[in-house]
């Protein structure tokens, strides 16, 4: 199947400071992205969701303002928390798809574990 | 908006045994249904779907049942492995694809016991 990388794996921030998490369709063409958080023991709750060329669309309860999601191009989204706190620390999951393709799936990357000291 | 169901939390199993988890959905539009499988610290993993028109589909030791009627769709794993002991979460969406956005259940720790 399709590849989806994310980078970092892992990363440890200071409180305050901010923190960039990348997305990249390795071998298509990604026209929507999601980006999920997860806690411990906890299902994917979905955060917000970036289109190609335009802004995202945030869930209910997600400030944009903090977590800054940018789909520059086919193949990459970013996310970025700012002003990171401990309660931030969590496990950021993206995903890539094609919008309007049926049959296709959304493939996960391997996800970022943030931890806010 | 749609919700997702999943039961039972946790399941332990033991090695050979089959193992099922049932997720119910509520809206009734949905017509996509896959089954990611977690380990831990790594991102979902696709093991299964399911589409509205079909009823039943098998993959060598893994099936999902889906009963539109009733709004549920079932995991079922045969002669479980070690390996499969993970996070198993489903999730439902409408017009199915990768570029719509998954409702997930709550997940199931599956235990395979030796």
């Known amino acids: 199947g399709a590849v989806v990388s994310q980078h970092p794996s892992w990363v440890i921030c200071k409180s305050g400071t901010s923190v960039k998490i990348e997305c990249r369709s390795l071998d298509f063409q990604a026209t929507t992205m999601f980006w999920y958080r997860q806690f411990p023991k906890q299902s994917l709750m979905l955060m917000a969701t970036?289109?190609?060329?335009?802004?995202?669309?945030?869930e209910q309860g997600v400030e944009k303002d903090k977590f800054l999601i940018n789909h520059a191009s086919l193949t990459l989204s970013t996310l970025t928390v700012t002003s990171a706190h401990p309660e931030d620390s969590s496990f950021y999951i993206c995903s890539a798809g094609t919008q309007g393709a049926l049959n296709t799936e959304a493939f996960f990357g391997q996800g970022t574990r943030l931890t806010v000291v | 908006g749609e919700n997702v169901e999943q039961h039972p939390s946790t399941l332990s199993v033991q090695e050979g045994d089959s193992a099922v988890i049932k997720c119910t959905y509520s809206?009734?539009?949905?017509?996509?249904f896959p089954w990611y499988k977690q380990e831990l610290g790594k991102g979902p993993q696709l093991i299964i779907d399911?589409?509205?028109?079909?009823g039943e589909k098998k993959d060598q030791r893994i099936a999902v049942t889906l009963n539109k009627t009733a709004k549920h769709f079932s995991l079922h794993i045969t002669e479980t492995q070690p390996e499969d002991s993970a996070v198993y979460f489903c999730?439902?969406?409408?017009?199915?694809?990768?570029?719509?956005?998954?409702?997930f259940g709550t997940g199931t720790q599956l235990k395979v016991e030796l």
């Open positions: 399911i589409r509205s028109n079909v």
């Open positions: 809206d009734s539009a949905s017509n996509y």
């Open positions: 970036s289109n190609e060329g335009s802004k995202a669309t945030y």
């Open positions: 999730a439902a969406t409408l017009r199915g694809g990768g570029g719509n956005k998954l409702t």
